[in-house]
């Protein structure tokens, strides 16, 4: 590797929730040891999808609707988030502690244990809704999220699921204390001892009973909250390239080229079903690297979220593009709809800096110093898109040049990073003064 490339990986990637059998939030296996990715969890609805997310809104954030909403200019809420007890820990924990209220020294035996019983009782309430409180209260809200980690996510989880997990475990809180109150209080009045105790045991069922309803929103919770945290942290602020083209054209054979990564290179469409992150080094400065999904013909509204994963990155993070072509029919999309897409997404993307990257240049047979092709089509079939480079994993032609310009892309990134964070700075100290 050149001296312009001592390159580093952090290999994370995650999936998102398109095509995936929907039940349960779950955990995805680890791959296997030496692969040097992890995969991150994927997640589905109906555990949750019952529930009515605006009533958590409503109750824990009543005054949001009247804040201007702020900028978002930074990531990295993900590596935020509150550690989640699994339920059944939170549970346990409670009896345990509930069970050690002091007893009052109230002479009256049945006032005395009719005085301890609510307390007990009180303290299950309370040691049972003020974990959840910190929860629903920790756990950002989306609308305040710089827009890309909001856009995961919303692909992750599916629109409107994030909330609702939240909603649920908010919901679970209120039913906790309104048990734990109303059997409190009945406690509070007994006559007798005998009363006292029955009331007391009577609540601490109800208690448990009502926890063990709901529960399962905590760890429903648990388990956005691993998925979010073993996100990838990006930071808006460092260059990144984005490597972007059609499924099994190349793409993450070149970030293995490019870093000391290893993200998986099959030869099927669809191998990377996630973003993965990573970064470079090149001349002691540090860049950012995300390997990408493939992009399918068609319409923008009939991508899955696999692929709108990819126009997050593209939308949201100020990346250069490094897009990759195959003009050698090995990947299973053909030139014609490769260019169709190109064009699209260049379009969209015309303000992003470029690099065009024709691969698997060793099965190609034409040279590309023919300037024969009469139109744009027939052009982009024989040489790809103007201006662009021909490389080959196998036979590693064209691989420093690619290395040099991606450096230089980076660079360009940077400098346009930095123009643009001294517009915001100079904008801010205008609104301030
Ligand atoms: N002959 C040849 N094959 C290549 C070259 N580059 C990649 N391949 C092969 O092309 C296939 C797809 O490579 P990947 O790097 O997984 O492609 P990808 O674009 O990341 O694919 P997805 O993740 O599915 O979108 C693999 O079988 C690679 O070995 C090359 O320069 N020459
Ligand atoms: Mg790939």
């Not at 009973?209 to 996100?231: S, W």
């Not at 995300?290 to 979220?305: F, M, Y």
């Not at 450096?407 to 400098?415: A, G, I, P, R, T």
Request: proline fraction near 6%; charged fraction near 30%; aromatic fraction near 6%.
């Amino acid at each position: 590797m050149s001296s312009r490339a001592a390159l580093g990986f952090l290999q994370q990637r995650w999936l998102p929730s398109a095509n995936l059998p929907r039940g349960r939030i779950r955990r995805s296996p680890r791959l296997p040891r030496g692969s040097g990715l992890r995969t991150i969890s994927s997640i589905s609805s109906p555990g949750f999808a019952d529930k009515d997310p605006t009533k958590f809104h409503h109750a824990s954030r009543s005054n949001i609707m009247e804040k201007p909403l702020p900028k978002h200019k930074t990531t990295g809420a993900f590596q935020q988030l509150p550690m989640v007890m699994p339920s059944l820990d939170i549970l346990s924990s409670a009896q345990r502690k509930s069970r050690n209220v002091s007893p009052t020294n109230v002479q009256n035996i049945a006032k005395r244990e009719s005085k301890r019983g609510a307390k007990q009782l009180d303290a299950l309430m309370k040691e049972l809704a003020v974990p959840l409180r910190k929860y629903t209260e920790s756990f950002p809200d989306k609308r305040y999220l710089h827009p890309y980690e909001r856009s995961l996510i919303e692909l992750t989880f599916g629109e409107g699921n994030y909330e609702k997990v939240l909603g649920s475990v908010d919901a679970l809180r209120k039913k906790v204390v309104h048990v734990g109150k109303q059997h409190a209080s009945l406690c509070a009045q007994s006559t007798s001892k005998r009363e006292a105790e029955e009331r007391l045991s009577e609540g601490l069922r109800k208690l448990e009973e009502a926890f063990q309803r709901g529960r399962t929103a905590i760890d429903d919770l648990l388990n956005v909250a691993k998925t979010l945290r073993a996100m990838p942290v990006v930071d808006p602020l460092t260059p990144t390239l984005c490597l972007v083209g059609a499924p099994n054209v190349g793409k993450s054979s070149l970030v293995r080229i490019l870093s000391t990564g290893k993200p998986e290179v099959c030869n099927y469409p669809f191998t990377t079903r996630g973003i993965l992150m990573g970064h470079i080094i090149l001349n002691y400065e540090r860049f950012q690297v995300t390997d990408t999904p493939g992009l399918l013909t068609r319409h923008d509204d009939d991508r899955n979220n696999i692929e709108r994963l990819t126009l997050a990155v593209l939308s949201y993070l100020p990346t250069a593009v490094l897009y990759v072509h195959d003009l050698s029919g090995e990947c299973g999309t053909s030139p014609d709809d490769q260019f169709i897409t190109y064009k699209e997404i260049r379009e969209k993307f015309k303000d992003h800096l470029w690099l065009d990257v024709v691969s698997k240049c060793d099965l190609l047979q034409e040279s590309p110093d023919g300037t024969s092709a009469d139109d744009e089509v027939s052009r982009y079939k024989k040489f790809g898109p103007r201006g662009s480079i021909r490389v080959s994993i196998t036979s590693e032609l064209g691989i420093n040049e690619l290395k040099a310009r991606v450096h230089d892309l980076l660079l360009s990134q940077m400098v346009r990073i930095t123009d643009d964070e001294t517009k915001v700075e100079m904008s801010d100290d205008k609104e301030a003064v």
